[in-house]
């Protein structure tokens, strides 16, 4: 607030000066009394200055009593996750309700560190969403890989004073916390300082582990498996989230554990969101739905995910429907089904009938563009040279993130060589580092993926986001990534050493300012091409599983650029079984 | 927090260090979640590291099964209604179980401006009550009479910025925000620059009123009258405050408008509380047992004075019993009758039984002592010359501080002076600048006192707090304003020209360090000997009705140190009667 805006809102409900618009006949959500009331809302610079009364505007739309319903507040996203820029993910996520996010830019930043922080910030400037960020606490994830980028405390005192930076982002290190970790704490005393929030990721902990990690005050918490925790993480004064993405989705199962007692403690969140989803399903006002038809109070559902999330980020000029705030908000005919006919930001429509009426401006990703520092790569490099025919095989598990293990004999050729047998489900597995041309490429074999002729690259993989790429002939294999490589990033598939089909993600390798329709119909078509030409596994998906076998934090066996990584035992292991 | 304690908190909620206390089987209540659980409470260093688990403690306290629930929080109160010092506030209070206030030192700065201020700030620095304050917004309070102090946009420049100064105190000036006065626009908008908070003070207004003032983002109200007015007041963001202090009590009433949804914006306070309330009465924790008295749950009310006053405050180290929490808490046997046995503050006992431990250390009002610049001053000065024997006379209407007016005929002398009449209850009442040795008194008629022969003086005069004195006789008029003047501000009653006894009051002619119990001791004496030797009406507190006789904001007639002052023309008027 200023004290500019203060007078002319003032001026506006006393009379003195024209309203630039009034919403009429509007049945108003009150997240504060959790009750609706029919009324006026008249609204003048994009924020609300009264409701009914003896107001004056230029422009009036008639609501006809429909309910008029605060923006959404997604309180942790990753909008990497979308493949989407911060433009296009505005244009995808508004129709649907959505008004603010606070995003957490990990992905991007472990690839380019604080020029992604900064390209994020620019590039959701001067579009509708309002976007946050929390600044992203792990860069890199862990120190068996190599990411694009190391962000250390330095790196936070730099940027945390901008105020569209509220904190750290999930602090995923808790063993750092719990053992003391210098670098970690000192982290932590960048958010102490200015008394800005630290989100949290304490997926199963409890107990002493979780009051050392609450005692740090931790402000949130978006791991919650059960009602339990959730309840154990309120106790603590956490502000825990309710869940719907894309892979990881547990509306259903928590909002068991939400009453009247501890809602005002509880948030909503998308955090990992495919565009597809989003397109087929919604954005929050999904996740928000759910929630009520499984027994929440609509209102108590609307509270959660609009003045709950204001109030934990301290975002004191949204969340409600009241004078003074932003004039964010859309119309929807029924409180237990949230589906936004017309949305407003700051007083302007925005979008109508699910549909954005006109495209946010796309801000041009100068420095995380062609983020492709790859060296001396070749076919050649593909080689995986055994001392013996027995393997450790990473085994894709179905639906999930976690990986099996196994021992398997496969055939090598004269050299001792890898040679793919087309009987037999082991693949190779590749990740080439992209970042810094350091020339290393760890190599694994991986059993369940299904594919009997071709490979499929992407730099999309978490967390360090090097070029995975998955294959039965090191020639495909070579074709794929020497293709991400001129793409820029993306995902891409061969066979018989042609491109079949590729999806170009040009900022940083893990986003496109395509939009989320344009997205939507290249991956419908490419999971079609993957499961048709390529015979990948119908019980996987192509791309997302192949996203993660280069994540060595999630059990239990995962290969990065430095080669294979035992998860269970935190060491590199050789390819040869013991 | 800092990185140094948080380390610390998680050195022993690992069991790597021990902890200075454990309050061993505490219920504890969990305002969060609004339920109880059994559990083992660990502080080092004044904070909660961790509950049950394998960590040691050098003292262990037993519970026994009793309710551990946090420091109850009064979110506005004015310190100077106790007519205690900081130091003797604290012992005061905190055996009731309140361990935080936020103070607006709206009274004391009517004296003596920022030194006021920074006296108050000082003497509340080492003691076990923690003490915000809100910078006062209106001083003075209308430009009808002379303060010791105007606090212009510029002051409040030069002190919002401590971190205990928690925003802009209650805007009482509405019609200044509504008709755009630029002087209150400035001070709004030293707390915006900060996004601190503005306690508001909107008796009565509602509407588009209500909608223009609540447009300027003012967070708080402590004066709704109905439950209507009370969810009127959420409805627009407000936090709404339950009051209950000596005069202004409205719990019982505003209990009924408070329910599951909207209770997350409903705070306590106290706002004026007298000492004989506090000692027999209790402080927050008796407005807290009001209301659950009323029907309130009793989780619901604690955590209305505890977790929803920290969160609207931005208090984030406060307001629950939680892992990195300041150790703020107490004991009490029932839930739903709070009576602390124990207090703690920053993990130390400080009450118990209802008495302090240990008296809060004193800090000498250098600046605000003795602050008594009366110029001429005589007996003579208090003569009254009448034009007409026809005067305006102020009606005292026992209850409450609003006055009634009449016209009277009295008694003059052979110069045209007023002579007081045994017979008649018409005495004379004088207003005697007090900060600035201007010399101005004013005089005036008032009736419904009772007093039939003597004089009362005090130096509490709402809100600029010169000297009034009342009385049959100008001779006792005048010892009394003397003994005043000797004494450095208090109360005192005069008969036959003897001082029959007084109350110092000598910081700024509002507070005394004496203890509480001292305090309540002379005021129930005085009580008595108004009564008995001057026959103050039973009917009125002596004191303070006389207190508000000065305010020129509560209708009907009162008058200042410049004259007699019409509120509903909000001009001065002679005290001859047309």
Redesign the interface.
Known sequence: ???DL??K???V???RLEADLCIANAEVV?V????T?LTDVYIIDG?????K???RARETIDAKGRYLVPGLIDAHCHIESSHLSPSAFSDAVVPYGTTTVIADPHEICNVAGLDALDYMLKASENIPLSVFYMFPSCVPATPFENAGAVLLAGDIEKRIDNPRILGLGEMMNYPG????DEQV??K??SA?KR?KNIDGHSPAIE???L??Y????ITTDHECATPEEL?ER????MYVMLRQGTACKNVTTLVKGVD???S??VLFCTDDRQPQSIEREGHINYGVNLAIKEGLSP?MAISMATLNAA?CY?L?DRG?I????RADFFLTEKLDDLQPEEVFILGKAVARGGKIIRKAPHTVPEKVSGMMDVKDFSAERLKLKLSSDRVNCIDIIPGGVVTGRSIRCVKRDSEGCFVHDPGMDILKLAVIERHHGTGNIGLALISGYGMTDGAVATSIAHDSHNIIVIGSDDEDMAVAVNELIRLGGGITMVKNSKVLMSHRLEIAGLMTDESEEEVVRTLDEMHEVAEAELRVSPEIDPFMTLCFMALPVIPELKLTDTGLFDVTAFKHIPNEAE
Chains 1, 2 share one sequence.
């Open positions: 607030m200023t004290k203060a007078r809102l003032v001026d409900g006393m009379g009150d504060y009394n959790r009750t009331f924020f609300i200055a009264a409701f009364g003896k107001v916390i719990v053992y003391g704490y000192d932590l005393e102490y008394k107990g002493n582990v009051d050392a609450t005692a740090c005050r309840r309120v106790r603590r004064g009247e007692g501890n005002s403690r209102l109030t301290g004191s409600a009241a004078p003074g705030l």
